[in-house]
């Protein structure tokens, strides 16, 4: 098992394009999560998903949109990106009290 | 809504020595913990989990953590330092039963480990 993939693992944009950051999973997990990290913020929760069709908002999910088409695959899409959105960006998979980390997409808006 | 807070962002300790990383939480129903650890430019390895049952949890890497309910304390300890140690890690804690697919992180404890 390929566990959780994300692509790109670096990205320059400038202020306004957009962007989809993608992420999947290959452990047939209904949960999966978006996070960013920031530089003594720890992870922050942008947006979470139960299963296939079904999303819903974490703590920062301002800028940010999700899909949920299938069960391995779950987008994450910068409409107008702007410098507040350079960070890390971590998905995860859940299942049984535990989740699973990808190993991070690093975001820079200039 | 839940809360985690990890005392010290940077925490210094000679090899060989206790490795005492502190968390406390604060929830509103049994909660699930956690520790992570993330290594420079990697993603986060999960070293240990408190769900139910024996409240003295151990992890890799010879960690372990114990859950104090009446302190609403979840510390990570390690008797023995060693270099491999120097790392970020990070508390985190869902409400446990279903919505374990959202943790809430506590901001992070660097530790460096002096030879």
Redesign the interface.
């Given at each position: 098992n390929a566990g959780v993939t994300q692509t790109p693992k670096f990205q320059v944009l400038k202020t306004g394009q957009s962007m989809t950051l993608q992420c999947a999973q290959d452990m047939n997990h209904e949960?999966?999560?978006w996070?960013r990290q920031d530089p003594?913020?720890?992870?922050?929760?942008i947006h979470?998903s139960?299963g296939a069709g079904i999303t819903d908002q974490?703590?920062v999910p301002n800028g940010y949109n999700v899909s949920r088409s299938t069960t391995e695959d779950f987008p994450l899409r910068l409409l107008s990106a702007a410098p507040s959105q350079t960070s890390v960006y971590?998905c995860?998979s859940?299942w049984g009290?535990?989740?699973y980390?990808?190993?991070?997409t690093r975001l820079t808006v200039t | 809504a839940q809360s985690v807070t990890q005392l010290g962002s940077h925490v210094s300790v000679s090899e060989g020595a206790l490795v005492l990383l502190r968390c406390n939480y604060s929830s509103s129903v049994p909660p699930y913990l956690f520790w992570y650890v993330q290594y420079p430019n990697q993603g986060l390895q999960l070293l240990l989990k408190y769900t139910t049952g024996a409240t003295l949890v151990k992890g890799i890497n010879g960690f372990e953590a114990e859950f104090k309910k009446s302190e609403t304390s979840f510390h990570l300890t390690k008797p023995s330092a060693h270099m491999s140690d120097a790392a970020e890690y990070f508390c985190a804690v869902s409400d446990g039963g279903g919505s374990n697919y959202k943790l809430t992180f506590g901001k992070g404890t660097l530790l460096t480990v002096n030879p």
């Open positions: 949960y999966m999560s996070y003594g913020m720890g992870l922050r929760l979470y139960v974490g703590e971590f995860a859940s009290g535990e989740q980390f990808g190993p991070g | -």
